[in-house]
């Protein structure tokens, strides 16, 4: 008997992106990938190479100019704005390069707001899971404080509970350690490697950095808007 194939949960078919203008801009061209359910995959690449364009199409910010996209079995090329938003607040976790944490409120309402937008759950019940979670990456201590009360590596970490609080299928991350020095960005890259072992949570991340790249599951390289190399890392 075959060894059965991991759960894809993203499959892109001859994906390509083309913003209008006087001269018009091709940014993506031919892109074809699947990626499986608990896999962690680098995107890298010069500037201008794609990577961001990718990610928005992957994470429904975006729509491709011709190609195909599937999420979970979903075909999501065609979605109406809301369908697409639908998606993006109950399967997707969102993290960037700046934490983008709404100041006047603190870590923990910060955590909790992607559960009270979908809604759906008993309110004390998602407070104690997102206390749990900051018991969890030691910044219980933290919890009532505000994002400019925090150093830079807790406002990130503070920003991947408030990506994984919801249980998303997908986690797309876009240069998550670009603004720590080397010491967080090795813990926070640390915290989304433990989240993909630990279950079948995908994490997509657009790096500079080859050698948190290299730590990942698989790297894909792009340039000039096409894919140059796709390997296993790790």
Same mark, same amino acid.
């Given at each position: ?6 759960k894809?949960v993203?499959? =892109?078919?001859g ?5 209008p ?5 091709r940014a ?20 201008g ?8 199409? /992957?994470?429904?910010? &975006? ?19 809301d369908?697409?938003?639908? /998606?993006?607040?109950?399967?997707m ?7 983008? /944490? ?15 937008l #979908? ?8 407070e104690?899971?997102?206390r749990?979670?900051f ?24 920003a ?8 998303p299928?997908?986690?797309l991350?876009d240069?998550?350690?670009?603004? =720590? &020095?080397?010491?967080? #960005?090795?813990?926070?890259?640390? /915290? =989304? ?16 950095? %080859? ?5 990942? &599951? ?5 340039r &000039?808007? %096409?894919?140059?190399?796709?390997? #296993? #890392?790790?």
């Amino acid at each position: 008997m075959s060894t059965p194939k991991p759960k894809e949960v993203l499959v =892109l078919d001859g994906v390509g992106k083309v913003y209008p203008g006087a001269v018009p801009t091709r940014a993506l061209e031919g892109i074809s990938c699947r990626v499986s359910a608990g896999e962690f995959m680098a995107i890298v690449g010069a500037s201008g190479s794609g990577k961001t364009t990718l990610l928005n199409l /992957l994470g429904l910010l &975006d729509s491709p100019t011709e190609g195909r996209v599937w999420l979970d079995g979903l075909e999501v090329t065609a979605l109406t704005s809301d369908e697409a938003a639908h /998606l993006r607040r109950d399967r997707m976790g969102f993290i960037f390069q700046f934490h983008y /944490l709404l100041p006047e409120f603190s870590a923990l309402e910060n955590v909790l707001m992607p559960c009270r937008l #979908a809604g759906g759950g008993r309110e004390e019940e998602q407070e104690a899971w997102v206390r749990s979670l900051f018991e969890r990456v030691g910044l219980t201590s933290k919890i009532d404080r505000r994002p400019n009360q925090l150093s830079g590596g807790e406002q990130q970490r503070v920003a991947i509970l408030r990506a994984v609080a919801n249980n998303p299928l997908v986690i797309l991350a876009d240069e998550p350690t670009g603004n =720590l &020095d080397s010491r967080n #960005a090795a813990e926070v890259f640390g /915290l =989304l490697r433990e989240i993909t072992r630990e279950s079948p949570r995908t994490v997509i991340m657009v790096t500079h950095d %080859r050698e948190l790249a290299a730590k990942t &599951d698989r790297v894909m390289t792009l340039r &000039d808007g %096409r894919v140059e190399s796709d390997t #296993a #890392a790790g």
